[in-house]
């Protein structure tokens, strides 16, 4: 009672013809190794009811004629459409993603990049009315014109930030990158900021990894600016940096001695905008922590953070050897 006669004319007639070819080969390839090179693959066939189906086929020469062609040939099909589109539908849902957070990044650049003309337009006629008008300007008219002039240059920098922010990850080239060259080049480059701390900023013997250079500068500076900027005021800052190869990947940490972050707030950090103190008290954008998380998951890692209230705070960053892009 089969639907089908047992030979190879039967299924090449309902076989995908791209998928055909394909099959033919892994066959040959099979049969011209006696059966050291494995025969399976997935193919579309064509069912009766007229719709699409994927099937896994699995097969090996058993049998063999005395001129070294192939006899009998044993294996299995097994139905793997529910799968394949079990698949499908994820690596839509991912592309759909994907391009969400293109739009998602495009439009934060042209928002921030658009807003800058108007800021600097606040900026230079506020300049120039205080030119204009300033000696006749009373106390209080000279405080709120102090409080325009912050006001637009808080939002310029933070406008500033959200570029670098949307920007981040577009030009990217993976290299070997040394941590220890990174790291002298950051704290140079903050080296006002630790001199007028006092600060003490150790590392050595760190890694040269694969990843991106300008992004783990960036994450870095970010890290030890973080540190630098909460540091205790009653102690001298202490900013430890290390590293280790841990299960096939590179385990980073940033510790410092400062004010430390309290329980409640750390699931929070990362969240971009998410300030834990008012900007009388600490300046700031709440963007670093969101752009080292998003330098982190460029380098398909992860970043965690654990703290004890005023004695310190840990940043741990945990890295592949080797980054697939």
Same mark, same amino acid.
């Given at each position: ?193 630790? %001199?007028? /701390?006092?600060? +003490?900023?150790? @590392? ?5 990894? $694969? #990843?991106?250079?300008? &992004? ?27 590293? %280790?190869? /841990?299960?096939? +990947?590179?385990? @980073? ?5 400062? $004010? #430390?972050?309290?329980? &409640? ?27 080292? %998380? ?32």
């Amino acid at each position: 009672d089969h639907e089908m006669e047992n030979k190879p004319e039967s299924w090449m007639k309902i076989i995908n013809q791209d998928d055909l070819k394909r099959v033919l080969k892994i066959y040959d390839k099979h049969v011209e190794s006696k059966g050291e090179v494995p025969y399976h693959c997935e193919v579309r066939y064509r069912h009766k009811n007229g719709s699409t189906i994927w099937v896994f086929c699995r097969g090996r020469v058993i049998e063999w004629a005395p001129d070294g062609s192939p006899v009998r040939m044993v294996g299995c099909h097994v139905d793997i459409t529910p799968l394949k589109e079990a698949q499908m539908s994820i690596k839509q849902n991912a592309d759909e993603l994907l391009q969400k957070n293109k739009d998602l990044e495009q439009f934060a650049y042209a928002s921030s990049h658009d807003l800058q003309e108007p800021l600097r337009n606040i900026l230079n006629f506020s300049s120039l009315l205080r030119r204009d008008a300033g000696p006749k300007l009373n106390e209080k008219e000279g405080r709120y014109m102090d409080l325009i002039d912050k006001a637009a240059n808080r939002m310029s920098k933070l406008m500033i930030e959200l570029l670098d922010y949307s920007r981040l990850g577009r030009d990217r080239v993976l290299s070997k990158v040394n941590l220890n060259e990174v790291l002298e080049d950051v704290v140079d480059d903050l080296n006002r900021v630790v %001199k007028a /701390k006092n600060a +003490k900023v150790t @590392f050595g013997n760190l890694p040269t990894v $694969i #990843g991106y250079k300008a &992004e783990l500068n960036s994450l870095f500076h970010n890290l030890i600016h973080n540190a630098l900027k909460f540091s205790h005021p009653d102690r001298t800052p202490l900013i430890e940096i290390k590293g %280790k190869r /841990k299960k096939g +990947k590179w385990e @980073f940490t940033v510790k410092d001695n400062g $004010i #430390g972050i309290r329980e &409640e707030y750390l699931d929070k950090i990362f969240v971009i905008f998410r300030k834990l103190h008012s900007e009388k008290e600490y300046e700031g954008s709440g963007i670093g922590l969101a752009l080292c %998380k998003k330098i982190v998951a460029m380098h398909k890692g992860e970043i965690s953070v654990s703290s004890v209230w005023e004695k310190g705070t840990t940043f741990t960053v945990t890295i592949p050897n080797k980054i697939n892009e």
